[in-house]
């Protein structure tokens, strides 16, 4: 949470000039905001919708940005086996500034709660991704033309 993923994801795919999906987007755009669900109806109710819009994103091609824990599905985990699986990894330090906008409910107690599932998740992370870029410093677009020069560097299909 509060990598850069959507940001630095739209960048890779223009310069690639392939579509980009945001899966936390699609899911808002059809059912509302994340934190609404959360409150409503569950954090497990939220992630069914989101392992569906995860499974349709990666087989519709070019640039997916995950929400971060959407890989904690056994499902999505399998499906992203073979993929090149990008994984920004910021801070605390620079993350806590990020996270101020109030709209990630898992987060709502500050950066105690970010680094309690920082910590829980990244192994998972760690384990899944191809490659890791650092975001905690770095412009944005350097870390979008880093990206963009691994994947062109490895031939990999965008499609």
């Known amino acids: 949470m509060g990598a ?76 992203l086996e073979g993929l090149p699986v990008i994984y920004l990894r910021v801070d605390a330090d620079a993350v806590s500034s990020r996270l101020a906008d109030g709209k990630r409910p898992l987060v709502r107690g500050g950066i105690e709660d970010w680094q309690r599932i920082y910590d829980a998740r990244r192994s998972t992370y760690e384990r899944l991704a191809s490659v890791t870029f650092e975001t905690s410093r770095l412009p944005r677009d350097r870390i979008a033309q880093d990206v963009v020069t691994w994947i062109e560097s490895r031939g990999l299909e965008t499609r």
């Open 4 to 79: 850069g993923k959507t940001r630095i994801g739209k960048r890779v795919a223009r310069a690639l000039e392939v579509p980009f999906t945001d899966t936390d987007k699609v899911i808002v755009a059809a059912h509302g905001p994340i934190a609404d669900i959360f409150d409503q109806h569950g954090e497990p109710h939220f992630r069914g919708l989101e392992r569906d819009v995860v499974h349709d994103a990666l087989t519709g091609g070019g640039v997916v940005s995950l929400g971060g824990g959407a890989v904690l599905d056994p499902g999505t985990q399998h499906a």
